[in-house]
């Protein structure tokens, strides 16, 4: 395989319950990456509308096609970004309408240069928890689960989707290898509390374990509701090492992601070869 290499960006948001004004910000920072030649630009998790769950429905949109790559102004808006800037917008996760206008799909869109819709993927795993700070959280209850992985090709790289709390499911990551991932994106609203202790451990060891790239963009600070989040935006290489990181506020991880790194690591350790279990 030819020598490859592909700059990436992961954006870190404090994203509120105004999609307007959480658009506009999306918009500076894709800019932003886009000035810093990135070809790849990640937004994460609840990027264009981060308030109560009651009010999800309301924004959800029903999901691009190639007659309508902007059915509404979230879609719109991320198709323009990639087609005005010529380059690969992950939108990490928005209301996509299901079968139960209740419940959308918590749902991962990358639009191309083209500004067409290139790949979809519905977040499998949802996040129901009661912490210890006494923090409840019950996705399920306003989101419909997804069934299926998903792979997009971004230039010459095979790119494996997921939504925050998926990161936790190690098995996710190896189907997503089977079909050839060599990149794995993990948009996120990781909770402080959770955060702190185990969000870089869990993105080194899908690195490690997967021995791809990791690109995680992150939501930062408070939003409705009392929620605090992590952040922490980060880039991962196929050996674990972290090579950029996101300070305690908005702004832009970038790397250049190359193959051939993560090709001398799959010789060096070849721990998908070995692989028993299927």
């Keep these: 395989m030819s020598h490859a ?14 999609v307007e004004g959480n658009l506009t910000q999306c918009g500076h920072w894709v800019e932003q990456a886009a000035r810093a030649r990135a070809e790849l630009v990640v937004l994460p998790e609840n990027f264009a509308y981060f308030g109560p769950d009651a009010e999800r429905a ?3 949109e029903p999901l691009s ?8 102004p979230i879609q719109h808006a991320l198709s323009g970004w990639a087609r005005r800037h010529r380059l690969t917008v992950v939108g990490g996760g928005m209301p996509i309408q299901s079968s139960d206008p209740d419940r959308p799909y918590n749902t991962c869109v990358v639009f191309g240069p083209d500004g067409q819709l290139v790949a979809h993927y519905h977040k499998m795993h949802l996040f129901d928890v009661q912490l210890t700070d006494g923090t409840k959280l019950e996705e399920s209850r306003k989101t419909m689960p997804g069934e299926a992985t998903a792979t997009a090709l971004v230039q010459d790289f095979r790119v494996g989707l997921s939504i925050c709390y998926d990161v936790r499911f190690p098995e996710l990551y190896r189907r997503l290898v089977d079909a050839g991932a060599e990149v794995l994106i993990v948009p996120a609203a990781f909770t402080l509390h959770t955060g702190k202790d185990h969000w870089t451990p869990l993105l080194r060891a899908r690195a490690i374990e997967s021995q791809c790239w ?15 989040c992590f952040g922490h935006s980060m880039i991962v290489d196929p050996w674990g090492a972290v090579v950029a990181q996101s300070p305690d506020r908005t702004g832009i991880a970038l790397a250049t992601i190359d193959r051939d ?14 692989r028993r279990l299927r």
């Design 214 to 228: 990791v690109v995680a963009a992150a939501q930062w600070g408070l939003h409705p509701g009392g929620r605090r």
């Design 58 to 60: 309301r924004v959800a």
């Design 65 to 72: 096609s190639a007659a309508d790559p902007g059915p509404g």
């Design 5 to 18: 290499t592909i700059t990436v960006a992961a954006i870190q948001l404090s994203s509120q319950a105004d």
């Design 261 to 274: 790194y993560l090709e001398q690591v799959r010789r060096s350790v070849p721990s998908l070869a070995h």
